[in-house]
């Protein structure tokens, strides 16, 4: 069993920055796939962004890329995501995803709020 605690979410005005950070447990960090997703009121929960456990691969989805960037420490057992300029549709919960040995874990997500 792997818990995922994120932290870093809160209100911002369009155009500024938030860090997100996901501390998970286990012993094993450094296989573990890490990824955000985010879900908007009314919407389906999306991909945003994932990064392998070497951390020599990264994906993001297409609205964020640029802006978002998505980094890992695994001494510390973190997931970061980092992300400049906002946009009011980022507006979201934002949810840490681990993947280890085929099963899929999520934190209990953290409120992204931006302002126009």
């Known amino acids: 069993q792997v818990q995922l605690v994120e932290s870093g979410g809160g209100l911002v005005q369009a155009g500024g920055s938030l860090r997100l950070s996901c501390a998970a447990s286990?012993?094993?960090?450094?296989?573990?796939?890490m990824g955000w997703f985010r879900q908007a009121p009314g919407k389906e929960r999306e991909f945003v962004a994932r990064?392998?456990?070497?951390?020599?691969?990264?994906y993001y989805r297409e609205s964020v890329k640029g802006r978002f960037t998505i980094s890992r420490d695994n001494a510390k057992n973190t997931v970061y995501l980092q992300m400049n300029s906002l946009k009011p549709e980022d507006t979201a919960v934002y949810y840490c995803?681990?993947?280890?040995?085929?099963?899929?874990?999520w934190g209990q997500g953290t409120q992204v709020t931006v302002s126009s």
């Open positions: 286990g012993r094993t960090f450094s296989s573990y796939a």
């Open positions: 990064m392998s456990g070497s951390g020599d691969f990264t």
């Open positions: 995803h681990a993947e280890v040995s085929g099963v899929v874990y």
